[in-house]
């Protein structure tokens, strides 16, 4: 369900809040008869434990349901109520774009616990963790086609949500990708790996180890490092990398990475953001090593 750039980043430091969500569902064909007469009705309201249950194994068709289901409750669902407030937030300065992603990671991550769950998956980031892991081995062993619808699909969705949350069209009209044609993949590469030249510069990590020294919060370092991820490597003033696909802030870096999606399983642009992300982890003192000597481990 992670994506390229923006999404390596949050697989590293994002600290993503999810919400407790249970699905269940009765079958009226196997409810007793009694049960359906009105004068039992009251005790529909005190319903049975959950049982527990293992998820069914994957394959690349219930793959493909679970991606259109969960893209259903995104556009119809709950969930669609909360990328509309969502995109009515702020997204002019750093931290407003910062606030206004976790928002909506949170709501994406939401919607498809509340599908995963259903299924039997923990209702948990480790359910998240779980189905990425049996998708990722489904993708690997699946047919060309089937593999690349999976891709499709989790691309789409992805991209429908940046477009709900920031306010544009990922397909105007029915045509390409923001309405023109998806990157290449050299130039997706070219793209990210500027991104991550930006990201491993020794004044930007200055900047990072600068800015973190003070801040003893986990969650409060892994927002500040987003918000500079924003405002000094995709965004700096007079070498912005997202003021050609929108003039506001907040909708011109969410339009990048709805046109660098189409790459987002590119092993290349993961090495380079990969690698420059850990040096940034490095610099502001949440490398592994030091956020294991922080909790005591």
Known sequence: FFFPSAAIEEAHFSQMLFSSLRSRAVSASRLPSSLLSPSSTRHLSTPPPPTAVSPPTLTPSLANQITKFTSFLSTHGVPSHNLAAISAMPHSSAPEVV????????????????????????????????????????????????????????????R????????????????????????????????????????????????VSDELQSLSDISAKHTRIQE???????????????????????????????????????????????????????????????VRSQAGL
């Open 228 to 290: 500079l991820m924003i405002s000094s490597v995709y965004a700096p003033p007079g070498s912005s990398l997202t003021e050609e696909y929108d003039a506001s802030l907040g909708k011109g870096y969410a339009m990048m990475q709805c046109r660098i999606a189409e790459h987002q399983s590119d092993p290349l642009i993961a090495q380079y953001v990969g690698k420059a992300m850990m040096g940034v982890l490095k610099a502001g003192g949440m490398d592994e090593e030091a």
């Open 160 to 207: 429908e949500t940046l477009g709900r949350a920031f306010g544009f069209e990922p397909y105007p009209e029915g045509g390409g990708v923001l309405g023109g044609e998806e990157l290449s993949i050299v130039e997706a590469r070219e793209l990210m790996f500027e991104v991550s030249n930006r990201m491993s510069s020794p004044d930007f990590l200055k900047v």
């Open 99 to 158: 606030k206004k992603w976790q928002s909506m990671m949170q709501s994406h991550l939401s919607a498809q616990l509340h599908v995963l769950s259903g299924l039997g998956y923990p209702n948990t980031e480790q359910g998240i963790g779980q189905y990425n892991m049996a998708l990722a081995t489904v993708m690997g062993g699946a047919a060309p086609d089937d593999a690349e619808e999976m891709r499709v699909g989790s691309r789409d969705l992805w």
